[in-house]
C-alpha cells in the first residue's frame, strides 16, 4: 500500500468558487470507515458534473473527493463483512458529497455503503453501470412490481440518450419490452439508441394541454420530470406505471389527479442513494444477469481520470451519450 495517493480534491474559496484540482493525498487523510477500498474505475454522473464544476451546492463540506461511485477490491477493513482482496461496488449514501468518493485511488468508508460485486461482472463494467445503471434497474423493478410486464405494451423511456436513459433503454429491451426511446439528440443518435434495443425513437415530450389524452404508454421511466413527466401521465393506459427519479426538466409537477382516479395510473417513486442493502444487492445481480458484452461495448467509453474536469462540464450540456468510466489510476 502506497503513502501517498492521487485524488481530486474540491476546494472552495472565499467566494464561495469551487476549485478542482488533483493533489497527493494520503491514507490518513481519508474520513473515517470500517472498510479501505482500492479503487479501480470510477464514472460520471450529472452529480458528478454538478460537484466538479461547482454548478450547483451539491458538496456538503470541503474540502471533498468527488465521484459518487466507484469499484474496486477491499485493501483492509475492520469489519466481519469483508476480506482483503473481496471486490466490492458502491453508489449513494452521499459519497462524493458529504463524505470522499470515488475520484481517487483509495476510499475508506463504512461497511454498510458497500455491496459485493456479483460473480462475472467486472469493476469496469460495474461502473458502466454506475448510479446510472443501478438506478435505471430500480425503476424497472418498481414498474415489475407494481405489473407491467414486457407483454402489458409500449414502455417509454425519456432522456434515453443521457446515462440513465441508456442504461433503462437497453435493460428493459433485453428483458423483452418494447421500448420508445424519447430524447433531443434522435437525429443524431438514433442508431445508438437502436443499437440498444429501442423500437422507435420520438422527440422531447411538450407541455400538456389537457389533463387525460389518447393512451399509449404501459409503463414509463422518467428521468427528466417537470414538463415531461406531466405529459406523459395522460397518455399511460388504464392501470400502468410510471417510475420517476429525475429532475433535469424541473422539479415542479403540473398535473391533475385525472390519470391517477380515472384510470388507475400509479406515479412510482425511485430512490438509489438510501435503497436498503438487501434491494441493492437484488438489483446488481439482476444487471449481471441482463447485461451484455455487446451492450456494454455499446454503452461505454472508457477515459483516464485525468479527463474528468474536461468531461464534467459536457455532462451538465447534454453532450455525453452513454457511459463514462473513469480509470482512477491514469
Known sequence: ??????????????DRNT???FADVTIDDLPEGEVLV????????????LAVTGSSPVVRSFPMVPGIDFAGTVEAFTSDDFSVGDSVVLTGWGVGEKHWGGYAEYARVPAEYLVPLPDGLSAEDAMAVGTAGFTAMLAIMALEDAGVSPDAGEIVVTGAAGGTGSMAVAMLAAMGYKVVASTGRGDSLSDYLTSLG??????????????????????????????????????????GSVACFGLAGGSDLQTTVFPFILRGVSLLGVDSVMCPTPRRIAAWERIRDVMTDELFSAIKQ????SNVTELAPAILKGDVRGRVVFDVSK
Do not use: C
Open 1 to 14: 500500500m502506497t503513502d501517498t495517493f492521487r485524488a481530486l480534491l474540491l476546494t472552495q474559496d472565499d
Open 19 to 21: 476549485h478542482a484540482d
Open 38 to 49: 482500492k479503487v479501480a474505475y470510477s464514472s460520471l454522473n450529472y452529480k458528478d458534473g
Open 198 to 239: 429501442a423500437s422507435e425513437i420520438i422527440g422531447r415530450f411538450d407541455a400538456p394541454s389537457r389533463p387525460l389524452a389518447k393512451t399509449r404508454w404501459a409503463g414509463a421511466v422518467d428521468s427528466v420530470g417537470g414538463d415531461t413527466l406531466a405529459a406523459i401521465l395522460p397518455e399511460v393506459n388504464y392501470g
Open 302 to 305: 472508457v477515459e483516464p481520470l
